[in-house]
Every structure is written in structure tokens, then in C-alpha cells.
């Protein structure tokens, strides 16, 4: 067909179909509309009718506006031409298809064109002229019909202007079908509108590998690509080979740019369903979506895929790297699952990378894929985007699947990653993953979120943020699950996961392995990022080994509302080496569990260090058990190491031993719970303060509290506050200073009960320990010594009991050349008790030094014995110093002497009541009352004092008052008259000398007793009886 008339529309309507076979062919100047509509609309009112048995009006010139279909068994189109060039128009002008079904096998040339398919099968399609351009209008009401692209081809490409709309209730692109629009290779795109590739579909979108719709800037072509936009009720594309033959599969849906310009956006969209699926990842690069910009310093295109229902990307590459990366965002009403080595990939080496963006308000799964957000190498690039997840919940998971937001540039950062789910996140799993889209033999083995910055890089590295109702993150491999850390030169990002309702579960691999789960830390320097972990409900850290340090070492914070359980080989940890170690804040509103575990906040050995960060451990009950340690410690010079404290509302347990020697991957001795702060020898600065405060303390099984100084510096301090401290079975407080400083004090503040004794029976298993108990052996026992300095001093305040049981030590001892500590025990209201034989010493002796002072202020001491230097060289018949050790004895001793030199003996200053309790016993005589000198013979009958009357009231009892009667029941007794003869049977004399009353003797008292309501009677030690004899005054005349 073709125009006389250069510029003219030709409008072709046949209403029982249009094929145009294999040699058709167009040659007009104007736009080119086929259709099989019944009848053509103009704008006087008019229609032009293709049904004969319609009337025919009066043609005028003027342009039609619509195309009217009847509605029934609407005709199809069929383009079947093989001829080259067949089916085109000019550049800038319209090729329209308008019936009902269309299906092509052949192909439309239209350079610069718009190429405009309509399937309907019933209504009117408007006609729209803007510019002398045609286009079609077509109401989302309309019926419509399917188009189908076989082996076809819509090419558009020329100066960027063309463009492609397909209006369909269903379309398939099938068997090697494509539709191209962009710019041409070689050349400038021109000042017209990009043109775009509209898809609208009723029904169903289907593309099938290898047919491709694009719209690119060819090589060396300059401008901006246009746009492809799919609206459907589903989208499917399927960009598999069956039988591979390059290493390449080039996008199905693509805006790239290969030339200079920005690379266009991609949009799909469906009510249903949206199904993308790859090539099998054997060593294949294979994309579904590229907006990806092959050109330095040009721009990757925006990728957005929303679904009201749900979508699957399964073996899916989507790429919008390079140049300044676009975005890619993905949502779905219902379930959105990325699995099978799926891919997103934002990068760019030039400029800032885009954002990637997952939402659903259902699950989201990402399984064994990819989402990648990196910064390129390049000087010139710039930051990292972010990557945001969000949905009901998220799981990535079964291993292999990587979120990263990472930066290698030199001034750029990376991106942030934010996961939120008002339900579950999970991360876990271990498995095979290619290493690179190019290179798909590579392993990468676990799920990981990283926005690490990488070695070269100057900018800092991204945080991650989890928030969900529960948290659940399961590390089987040696790389960190959430990673923030940095091989370069700035800074680390943080680490935030919360979990609003539930509990987080954080667990790592096997002990032996030193994996990580969560790590910021900074290979390099300045600055490890912060760690913090909430929960509105529990917290369980297993085989869990979560790390801030390096450099200035980050913050890790912990805090649950119900528990937290930290277990199972376990590792927190933070520190420096140049700059200040960080903090560690572990808090509970319930119970603070800490088994087989480290929490470690250490300071290396770099001149640049500075201060060591403190542990604090806050619950309403903490138990520190199974062989843990929780270590401050420095080894910089200068400076000081952090302090522990340790705070609980009820009860605080420190207690156990578990089989390994405290280096990850090197477990092969049994070691003891241990706290400790240490200033080691390289060290100048003091050790940290440990402090405990709680209502109940028990230490015992072997644990220790240790502040320890190796070097010229003080160690540091113990300080207890509790209303009852057990410290028994071998358990151990200890400041000790095995260099020049001197020991730090221990400060003990118990309200109620102290209990010190017994000894570790797993001693000897604790060995090749950094801090060990072997210079104080197994007791149970408070230690402040000293080798060559000053032993600490020692302070107990306990206003009711200190008991000591089984060996139990309180021991300020200097065990080389330093002098002895100080002891102060102040219980002026209490008692210190020692059992009898148990071998329990309290002591501030010095070997070669002056021995400490000893001051003990208590009601009573019960069961302990004083000691000088004299009694242990007659107990242990010699003067040989080392023999002179109180604890060889089986008694219970107080001693603060010189074993070497008698002139350099301490004091020991005792203030009690100087009560012996035996002394105040009373021996009662074995005829307590003789009852014969209880009766007067001088009251004789017949005497004056006959006047005198005696009444026995009988059964009745005594009148109310003396002036009443007796009670009816009473009985009067007679008045009798005693014979004379029985007023005297002891002698002849009616009157006897009345005997005198003796006074009674004041005497000072010699003991006491409590009686049963809390009172202190004080007793002497020959006490007289205290019965009186009975004096009857008589005066007879």
C-alpha cells in the first residue's frame, strides 16, 4: 500500500479481519492505522461505516476521533510479512493496529515511529492527533482481546523518539520476539520527548526467554533512553534457556545504556501475581532487568516492581549498576520471596550508587540471592545507597544470601541497611552461593548483611538496623552475619537490633571456629562502631561471638525486659588499640545469664590507646557461671583499664568451671569463672575498680574476682555491697599487684550474713590460666597481696555475722619483700566466728616486709586465736620463715607479723566486751531451797499474835471487795482454839530472838546472758541465792 499524497493518514478498517501476508508492505508519508472496527467517529458526529448495510453519510475532509467496535465477534489482525522493511511509516509518525486478537510472526520497522496495538473487542477507542501524531485512547472499561508476538519484531530504535504502546487483555512475547525503542549506534538523540514502551494488559503478561524488550542507547549513541512501563492483571517472565550456548543471557527487560546518557526506568505492575525467573546460575551471566549503564560516569535507570498480590523472583538478576546506580524497589501486597541466586544489584563505581527497596505487608524471603549496593574502587565514585527491607516478616535464610551496602571508593560511604517486620526476622543457614554474576564457581556460604567499608576506602561503613517483633539470627560460618566493620580508613557503622514484642536468639558455630555474628570492627582505624541489642522480651546469645573493637573500640549494649542468657562459648567483646576501648552495658529487668562465655573490653598494646571502657551487668538476678570470664584489662602504656560493675535486685552467682583456656578455636584446658580487671606489665596505669551490689551474693565452685597489677601502678579495687555474701567452695576475691604497685583494696559492706570457706575441689584442673589462683591456693577467701609493694587493705563491715567455716582466709599477706596489708572488721553490734579445728586465718603477715595492722570491733569473737611470730616458732619448732605460715596450723589464727624479722611485726588492736561466755554460766546449788528455815517458830499459838487470823475462803473465792458477801458457793470455816501445850516446841521461852535480816552484797558483774525477748542480763560469777529468809516482827508483852 502506498500514498499518493506524502504526508496523508491512511486509515484501513475492514471488519472481518486484516492479514497482511508475507510480501505486504507500506510506502506512505503519513501515520498508518489498520483496523476492524465496524464503523470510523468524527468530530461532526458523523461515522463512516464498514457495514454495508449501514448508510453511508457524506464524506467531508476531517479527522476521525474514534473507532467504533459492534460488539460481537470482533475480527483479528495478523502481520505475517517477511518482507524487510515492510510494515513501517516515517520517522515521527504512528503505525496503529486496532481489531481484536493480534498476533505477529513478522516484524514492523518504524524508526523514530510509535507503534500503537489495540485489542478490544467491543466499545469505542478514541483517536487522539497531538501534533500531528497519532494516538490511540482506549477506556480501561472496554472488552478486550489477546496479542501475540511470535518471532516478531517492533523496532522503533532511531533518535530516541520512538515509541511502542500494546493495549491487550492478555500478550505473549514468545520464541525470539522483540520490541526495541532507543537510540540508534552513533547517533545524538534529537530534541523530542523520550519515547516510551507502554504494555497494559487486562489479563496476562508473558515473555518468554530469549524475546527481549528494550529500550537502550546503543554504542556510542548520546542522549537519554526512554522508559518501559507494564501494567498487568500478571506478570511472567521467563528468561531460561533450555540448552545455554554462551556464557551471557542478555535481559529480557532492558534500558540500558551503553553510549552517554541516563540509562531509563523500568516499572512493572500487576493485580495479580508477578513471576520472574532466570537462567540457572552455571557460570552464567544471565540478567532478567537491566537499566545497567556500561559507560563511566553516566546513569543506571530506576527499577520498580509493585504487585497487589504477590511476586517471585527465582534465579532473577536485576541490574541498575554503574555510572549513579538507580533504584530498585520491589513491593507486593502479599508474599514477596527472592531465592535461588536472585539478584539486586544498585552499584556504580562513579558518582552514588541508588537504593534498593523491599517491602510487603506480608512475608519476605530472600533465599540463597542478593541484594548488592556497593561503591566501585573509583577515585571519583561516591556513596553507597541503602538498602531497606520491610515487611509482616523477613527471612533470609538456607545460606547464601547477601544484603550488602558496601563502599571500596577513597571518598565515599556506605549505604545503611534497615530490616523491619512487625512480626519475625530471620537470618540463617549456610550454603553454596556464586561469588560474582560473572563468576558463579565461587563459595560464599552464609546469609550476612555487610555495609562494610572496604580496604582502600577513606569513607565510613553503613549501619544496620533489624527491628521486628522477634528476632532470630543463626551464623554457621566464620563471616560475620551483620557486619559493619572496615578494612579502611574511616570509620565503622553501628549495629542496632531491636525486638519490640518478642525475644532475639543471636547463635554462632561450633566452638572451636571464631566466628561472628554481629561485628563492627575496624581493621584499621579510628573508630569501631556501636552494638546494641534490645528485646522487649528474652535475649539468648549462643556460640554467639559479637565484636566492636579496634581502634576506638564501640559501645555494645545489651538489654532484655525479661532475660538474657548469654551461653555456650559466647563472646562479647570491645577494645582499642589506638584511642578509647568502648563500653559493655548488659541489662535484664529479669534474670542476666552469663555461661561458658567471655565478655572482654581490652586495651592493646599501641601508644595511641587510651582508657579501657567499663562492663556493667545490670539484673534483677545475675548468674555468672560455667567456666565465664569478664575481663577489663590494658596492656597500653599509660593507661588505665576499664572497671566491672555488677548491680541486682535479688541475687548475684559467680560460680563453676567449664574445659577452655579463653582463646577462640583453642579450648583445651578447664579454667574457673572468672571477673577481673589488670593493668599487665606493659601497662602504665592502674587496674579498674570491681564492684557488686546485690541483696544476695554467692561466690563459689573455684570463681574468683580478681584486680590484678603488673606493673608499677596500683590495681585496683573490690568493692561488695550485700545483705548476704556467701563466698565459699573455693570461691576468691583478690587484688594483687606482681610488680611495683601496690594491691588494690576490698571493701565489703554485708548487712546481714558473711560466710567465707571451703575449698575448691577442682583446683588442680585450673591451670595455664592468665590470672591464676595458685599463689593463694584452693580456700575460699578474701586476698589483697603484694609481692614486692604494699598489700592492700582490706575493710568488712558486718553489723551481725562473720562466720568463718573450712579454711575460709581473710589475707592482706605481702608475699615477697612488700609489707603487709591493713584488715578492719567492724561488727560492734555482731560476732566473728571461727569453727574450732577448720583451719580459718585472718591475717596481714609480710615474708620479708612489715607486717599490716589488724582492727576487729565486734560484740564477740568465738572460736579464733591471736598469733605472733613466737607462737608459730613454737608451734612449728623452727625459725625457718617460710614455716611460719599461720594456715599450716590447724587452728583458726589472727596474725600480722614478720616472718623474717621479729622487729617488723604489725598491730593487731581487738575491741570487744571481753565477755567469756562460760564465765556467765551460774551453777545452781543441788538444794536450790532448805524449806525448814522458811517456817518462823517465833509465830507461836497463844501469843500476841493470836490476834491475828488466817482465812481460807474455799471453792468460792474472794468477795469482789472486802465490804460484799461471799459467793453462794463459799464455805465458812469455824474459828478453833489451839491447846496451849503446842505454843512452844522448841524451848521453855515464850519470846525468841527475831533474826536479824542480812543486807544484801553488791557485786560487779562478771558475764551476761540474752534472755528470750533480746535483753542483756548481766551475772556475776559466785552469785548467792537470791531467796531471803522469811522475818515475822514480834513484839510480845
Known sequence: MSSANGSANLFLINPNGIIFGKNAALSIGGSFLATTASSLKFADGNQFSAIASQPTPLLTISVPTGLQFGGTNTRSIENQSQVNNGLQVQPGKTLALVGGAITFDSSIQAPGDRVDLAAVSAGTVDLNFTNNILSLNVPESLPREDVRLTNAAIDVRDRGQGSVVITTRNLEISEKSSIAAGISQGLTADSSPRGDINLNATGKVTINYPSRVTNLIEKDAIGDAGNINITAGEITIDNRASAPTDSFIPAAINTGNLGWGRAGNISLFTTGSMNLIGQDPANIDAQVISTFSNVQGRYGGYVTLRSNDSILLKNTFINVARGDGGDISVFGNNAVSIIDNSQLTAGTTQGNSGNITITSNSPVSIDRSWLVNNVGGDELAGNAGNITITGQSVSI????????????????????????????????????????????????????????????????????????????????????????????????????????????????????????????????????????VTANDS?????????????????????????????????????????NSGNITITSNGLVSI????????????ELARDGGNITINGKSVAITGGSLVEASAEAKGVNSGNIRITANDQVEI?????????????????????????????????GEISINARNLLIFDGANLIANSENAFKG????????????????QLLTTAQGLGDAGNINLKVSDLLVIGGMNPNFDKFKNQKFTVSSVGPNSGIFASTTSSQGGNITVETPKLLLLRRNGQISARSLENGNGGNIIINAPKGFLVGISGENSDITANAFNGNGGKITINATGIFGMTVRNREDLIRERKTEEPKELNPAVLPTNDISAFSQTNPSLNGVININTLNVDFNRGLVELPIN???????????????????ASSFVFTGRGGLAPNPMEMLTPEAVQVEWVSLNSTDEDGSGPSHRRKITAMKPETIVEATGWVRNNQGEIILTANSPTSWQNQTKCGVSKK
Open 397 to 532: 535464610t538456607t545460606g547464601g544470601a547477601l544484603v550488602e551496602a558496601s563502599a571500596e571508593s577513597q571518598g565515599g560511604n556506605s549505604g545503611n541497611i534497615y530490616i523491619n517486620a512487625s512480626g519475625k526476622v530471620e537470618i540463617s543457614g549456610n550454603d553454596q552461593l556464586n561469588g560474582s554474576p560473572s563468576d558463579r564457581s565461587s563459595r560464599f556460604e552464609n546469609s550476612r548483611l555487610t555495609t562494610r567499608a572496604q580496604e582502600g576506602s577513606l569513607g565510613k561503613a553503613g549501619d544496620i538496623s533489624i527491628t521486628a517483633g522477634e528476632i532470630t539470627i543463626d551464623n554457621q560460618a566464620s563471616d560475620p552475619a551483620l557486619d559493619a566493620g572496615g578494612d579502611g580508613l574511616g570509620a565503622s557503622g553501628n549495629v542496632t537490633v531491636v525486638a519490640t514484642t518478642g525475644s532475639i536468639t543471636l547463635t554462632g558455630q561450633d566452638k572451636n571456629v571464631s566466628d561472628q555474628v554481629i561485628s563492627t570492627f575496624s581493621n584499621i582505624q579510628p573508630y569501631g562502631g556501636y552494638i546494641t
Open 539 to 579: 535475649i539468648l546469645l549462643k556460640n554467639a561471638f559479637v565484636n566492636a573493637a579496634r581502634s576506638d573500640g564501640g559501645d555494645i549494649t545489651v538489654f532484655a525486659n525479661n532475660s538474657v542468657f548469654i551461653t555456650d562459648n559466647s563472646q562479647l567483646t570491645t577494645g582499642t588499640t589506638r584511642g
Open 595 to 606: 555461661e561458658r562465655s567471655w565478655i572482654v573490653n581490652n586495651v592493646g598494646m599501641n
Open 655 to 687: 560460680s563453676g568451671y567449664d574445659q577452655w583456656n579463653g582463646k577462640p578455636g583453642d579450648r583445651t584446658y578447664d579454667v574457673n569463672t572468672t571477673l577481673t580487671t589488670s593493668s599487665l606489665a606493659d601497662a602504665r596505669g592502674q587496674a
Open 716 to 731: 585496683g579495687n573490690i568493692n561488695i555491697n550485700a545483705d548476704i555474701f556467701e563466698l565459699k567452695e573455693g570461691g
Open 928 to 946: 536450790l531451797v532448805d524449806a525448814s528455815q522458811l517456817i518462823n517458830n517465833t509465830c507461836n499459838p497463844g501469843s500476841r499474835q493470836r
